[in-house]
Nanobody, 115 residues
């Protein structure tokens, strides 16, 4: 059974940091590129960071220089290190396999940036 379990979210003050984790199961994790998405109420889900071919990463402009995607294949886990958090980063964050739209979404993890 394919499953993605996100964790690490929480309430953080502006300027703070969080590290999100997404544990994958049921897939050959090391063979797939991963991405992080986020969604706020009333808006469409948007991509935040994704792994590109050749080991590079791509970030949406609003998070460049603040967010970093990484992985640990032995744990089938992808991470999102978030620093200098802003109120507009508040959202539910999800991981997703790149180019495998048929694979399910996880339940997400809530990130709230507020003083």
């Amino acid at each position: 059974q394919v499953q993605f379990v996100e964790s690490g979210g929480g309430l953080v003050q502006p300027g703070g940091s969080l590290r999100l984790s997404c544990a994958a199961s049921g897939i050959p994790f090391s063979e797939y590129r991963m991405a992080w998405y986020r969604q706020t109420p009333g808006k469409e889900r948007e991509w935040v960071a994704l792994e590109m071919p050749g080991g590079k990463s791509h970030y949406r402009d609003s998070v460049k220089g603040r967010f970093t995607i990484s992985r640990e294949n032995a744990q089938s886990t992808v991470f999102l290190q978030m620093t200098s958090l802003k109120s507009e980063d508040t959202a539910i964050y999800y991981c997703k396999v790149v180019d495998r739209a048929y694979l399910p979404w996880g339940q997400g993890t809530q990130v709230t940036v507020s003083s």
